[in-house]
């Protein structure tokens, strides 16, 4: 059964790190665009960032760029999300998925984990 699993979640100080992952089983993730999303508390779900499988092209949302970082580990089938620097406003569950493409339309998505928590605060 083709599976998303987030996982690297947790409770950091502001201005720490963490590493989320986004592996894949049942399915090769690196036919794929792989999209992080995340969701805080009271607001909508936005695009954290997405690599693209074509090309390798990734794109970040603008509050994160030069903060955090998308990597593909094809031989692990995985997916990563290095997040720097983190801030209070990172706080949010964040998601990987799947598209044929890097977009700003969502509704494009379709396997999609579960989410893995990230609490940023002092």
């Known amino acids: 059964q083709a599976q998303l699993v987030e996982s690297g979640g947790g409770l950091v100080q502001p201005g720490g790190s963490l590493r989320l992952s986004c592996a894949a089983s049942?399915?090769?993730?690196?036919?794929?665009?792989i999209g992080w999303f995340r969701q805080a508390p009271g607001k909508e779900r936005e695009g954290v960032g997405c690599?693209?499988?074509?090309?390798?092209?990734?794109y970040y949302l603008d509050s994160v760029k030069g903060r955090f970082a998308i990597s593909r580990d094809n031989a692990k089938n995985t997916v990563y999300l290095q997040m720097n620097s983190l801030k209070p406003e990172d706080t949010a569950v964040y998601y990987c998925?799947?598209?044929?493409?890097?977009?700003?339309?969502?509704?494009?998505?379709?396997?999609w984990g579960q989410g893995t928590q990230v609490t940023v605060s002092s």
């Open positions: 690599v693209t499988n074509s090309d390798g092209k990734i």
């Open positions: 049942g399915f090769t993730l690196e036919h794929y665009a």
């Open positions: 998925a799947t598209a044929s493409l890097c977009t700003d339309y969502e509704g494009i998505f379709g396997s």
